[in-house]
C-alpha cells in the first residue's frame, strides 16, 4: 500500500509536467525503432534505453495474490523504448497492433492480459518501466502482452506494456536478446603493448546509458586497469578519445563522446588520483569507424573509447 501512495504522490506531482510533455513533436535524440518491429502511426519516441548487457526480469503469468508467479530473469542486450501516441486511439488499438507485429516477428504470446486479469496496481509496480514523463503507468487501466520466440538456438523475449494518461497512450516495448557476456576487460598490460605497438588501444568496458555521460557502475574494473597502467608509468600521458556511432546528428555526437572523454578522465583524477595534467581528453562522434554503421556490429564496435599515446 505504502509503495502505491509513494507513486500516486510521484504521477500527481509530475502530472504538473504533463503540458510540456506533451509538447514534444520528436523522437528523443539517438533513438530508433527496434527493427522488424515499429511504432503505431503518430507515435514519437519519449524514452530510449540500450544496454548491451543486462537483466531484465519480465512478467510471463499474471499476478497469484498480489504477487508475481513466473518472472524469468533475463540477461542478455536489453532494449526498452516508450512511445507516446496522441489523443484518439483506445489502448486496446495500440496494443493489438504491437501484438500484430511482434506475432510476424515470431513471438508465441506468453500474456495477453487487462488491468484485472493481469493483477491490478501490484503488477505495474513489478514491470520495470522507464522513469516518467518517458513512460507513464495508470495502474488503474493498462495492457500487457509478453511473447518469446527462438531463432538460431537464441531466445528473445519481448514485452508491451500500454497505458494512458490525460488522453495520450504511452507504450512500452521491452526486448531481451539472451546471450552470454562478451569479455571485454583489457589489462593494462595489454593497455601498454598496444600503445605502444600501435599508438592507441581501443576498450570496450567502460559503459554508459543512452545519451548520458555517467559512467555505469560496471565500468569499474576497467577503470582500475587504467589507473594501474598509469600508475606503472609516471611518465606517461594519454589522450582518452570518445567515439560513437553514427545515430543521430552529428553535433550531438561529437558533444557526447567529449562529454564521457572527460568523464573518464574526472574519474581517474577523483577515485585514483591520477594528475590531470597527464589526461588529455578530446570526443570525435563517428569520425573514426572501425566498422560499418549499417549493421548494428559494426555500430557496437564503433560505440568505444580509446587511449592514445601523445
Not at 513466473?70 to 501516441?85: K, V
Not at 495500440?94 to 484485472?116: I, Y
Not at 581501443?202 to 557502475?217: E, M
Not at 548494428?296 to 599515446?309: D, K, S, T, Y
Amino acid at each position: 500500500m505504502a509503495s502505491f501512495i509513494n507513486r500516486l504522490l510521484v504521477l500527481t506531482a509530475f502530472a504538473l509536467l504533463a503540458p510540456a510533455a506533451s509538447a514534444q513533436t520528436r523522437d528523443v535524440a539517438g533513438s530508433k525503432d527496434f527493427p522488424g518491429i515499429g511504432r503505431f502511426a503518430g507515435s514519437v519516441i519519449s524514452g530510449h534505453q540500450v544496454r548491451n548487457f543486462d537483466v531484465a526480469r519480465m512478467q510471463a503469468a499474471p499476478f497469484k495474490d498480489g504477487k508475481p508467479s513466473d518472472t524469468p530473469r533475463l540477461e542478455g542486450r536489453i532494449t526498452r523504448i516508450a512511445y507516446r501516441t496522441g489523443a484518439g486511439p483506445s489502448i486496446t488499438e495500440v496494443s493489438r497492433n504491437f501484438e500484430t507485429q511482434l506475432t510476424k516477428a515470431g513471438f508465441a504470446p506468453l500474456l495477453d492480459c487487462d488491468t484485472d486479469a493481469c493483477g491490478g496496481i501490484p503488477f505495474t509496480e513489478a514491470i520495470e518501466a522507464l522513469p516518467i514523463p518517458q513512460m507513464w503507468v495508470d495502474g488503474f487501466n493498462y495492457h500487457y502482452f509478453a511473447g518469446r520466440k527462438t531463432e538460431n538456438g537464441r531466445a528473445t523475449y519481448a514485452s508491451v506494456l500500454v497505458s494512458e494518461n490525460n488522453h495520450e497512450i504511452y507504450t512500452q516495448l521491452t526486448v531481451a536478446e539472451l546471450g552470454a557476456i562478451e569479455n571485454k576487460m583489457v589489462d593494462a598490460d595489454t593497455m601498454a603493448k598496444g600503445l605502444r605497438e600501435a599508438g592507441r588501444i581501443a576498450l570496450y568496458g567502460i559503459y554508459f546509458d543512452t545519451d548520458k555521460a555517467v559512467i555505469r557502475p560496471e565500468s569499474r574494473p576497467t577503470l582500475d586497469q587504467i589507473a594501474k597502467l598509469l600508475a606503472s608509468q609516471v611518465s606517461l600521458s594519454v589522450y582518452i578519445v570518445g567515439h560513437t556511432d553514427s545515430q543521430g546528428p552529428y553535433t550531438y555526437n561529437l558533444d557526447l563522446s567529449r562529454r564521457r572523454a572527460e568523464a573518464i578522465a574526472q574519474e581517474l583524477v577523483k577515485t585514483y588520483h591520477i594528475g590531470a595534467p597527464r589526461l588529455q581528453t578530446a570526443g570525435v562522434a563517428h569520425l573514426s569507424p572501425v566498422g560499418s554503421n549499417a549493421s548494428e556490429a559494426g555500430r557496437a564496435l564503433n560505440r568505444r573509447v580509446e587511449l592514445v599515446a601523445p
